[in-house]
């Protein structure tokens, strides 16, 4: 059964940073790309970044390109975001989710039950 | 930057056919992809590429994408049914874009 489970959120201050982690399994890990997607309390789903299945290319929206890094360690079935110089705005439940294909650019066919990062003083 | 636009709520009574549109310049031209949210839940995946469904989704879940409008269809309507849904595409420029969500209420 193909399991994605994140972890690492929480409260940050303005300005802090943290780091998600998002544990596979269930799935040849490195044979798939992944997405992180983020919902605010109350709004819709929001696209944060991507990573191919071997990690060499990544893609990030607008919103967080600079602040946030995507890696992947797939000796460890292991996803992580890398969140720097967050803001209020980043707060949100954060998913975890697989792309059905090597590279980023399909749909999301699994997604973890996500994990909540709020960003307040 | 790519914008899909879905109406903010549907409402149908139960046996009815909903129907969740998705719009975008030339979005016939993508794959479309749709994802079902309950409360409190994680989004589950409903229909991919415009019209296939992933295992374990019922048949009256159907969708298509022509022009500049892609349709969620979900027919004989239940309870259940009644959720938060999200088209999404892959846009070469803004990457992954995501429609902002259409409630379905089941009267």
């Known amino acids: 059964e193909v399991q994605v489970l994140e972890s690492g959120g929480g409260l940050v201050q303005p300005g802090g940073s943290l780091r998600l982690s998002c544990a596979a399994s269930g799935f040849t890990f490195s044979s798939y790309a992944m997405s992180w997607v983020r919902q605010a309390p109350g709004k819709g789903l929001e696209w944060v970044s991507g990573?191919?299945?071997?990690?060499?290319?990544?893609y990030y929206a607008d919103s967080v390109r600079g602040r946030f890094t995507m890696s992947r360690d797939n000796s460890k079935n292991t996803l992580y975001l890398q969140m720097n110089s967050l803001r209020a705005e980043d707060t949100a439940i954060y998913y975890c989710?697989?792309?059905?294909?090597?590279?980023?650019?399909?749909?999301?066919?699994?997604w973890g039950q996500g994990t909540l990062v709020t960003v307040s003083s | 930057s790519y914008v899909l636009t879905q109406p903010p709520s549907v409402s149908v009574a139960p046996g009815q056919t909903a129907r969740i549109t998705c719009g975008g310049n030339n979005i016939g031209s993508k794959s479309v992809h749709w994802y079902q949210q309950r409360p409190g839940q994680a989004p589950v995946l409903v229909v991919y590429?415009?019209?296939d469904r992933p295992s374990g989704i019922p048949e009256r879940f159907s969708g298509s994408n022509s022009d500049n409008t892609a349709t969620l269809t979900i027919s004989r309507v239940e309870a259940g049914d009644e959720a938060d849904y999200y088209c999404?595409?892959?846009?070469?420029?803004?990457?992954?874009?995501f429609g902002g969500g259409t409630k379905l209420t089941v009267l």
């Open positions: 990573i191919s299945a071997s990690g060499d290319i990544t």
């Open positions: 989710a697989k792309v059905p294909g090597y590279i980023v650019g399909a749909t999301l066919d699994y």
């Open positions: 999404q595409v892959w846009d070469s420029s803004s990457g992954a874009v």
């Open positions: 590429d415009d019209s």
